[in-house]
């Protein structure tokens, strides 16, 4: 299973972006797709998460600006960021958890920067 993330890149304050991450390969058993971020120093953070059943959680410096969707087919997952802060600046990481054997997939990485 791959994961390929793009939609990244340079937007000012306030302005918005929309993720995405589509997964080839055999998908089985996923019961989470989530998104991350990193910024040098820190530990990645968890940003957003939608589970199997669809349901959906927010870290609380996002909650009201970020959405976390994903397509029919489950392959695909989608981060809609709204009202950027400089404070979003990082490396956004797309991860897939499937139940088998307890596995993480991960994306390669896209760079949000936000700034004026």
């Known amino acids: 299973v791959q994961l390929q993330a793009s939609g990244g890149g340079l937007v000012q304050p306030g302005g918005s972006l929309r993720l995405s991450c589509a997964a080839s390969?055999?998908?089985?058993?996923?019961?989470?797709m989530g998104w991350y971020r990193q910024v040098p120093g820190k530990q990645r953070e968890l940003v957003a998460g939608?589970?199997?059943?669809?349901?959906?959680n927010y870290a609380d410096p996002v909650k009201g600006r970020f959405t976390i969707s994903r397509d029919m087919a489950k392959t695909t997952v989608y981060l809609q960021m709204n009202s950027l802060k400089p404070e979003d600046t990082a490396v956004y990481y797309c991860?897939?958890?499937?139940?088998?054997?307890?596995?993480?997939?991960w994306g390669q990485g896209t760079q949000v920067t936000v700034s004026s």
């Open positions: 939608i589970t199997a059943v669809g349901s959906v």
């Open positions: 991860n897939f958890h499937s139940l088998v054997e307890d596995t993480n997939f």
């Open positions: 390969g055999r998908l089985f058993r996923i019961n989470f």
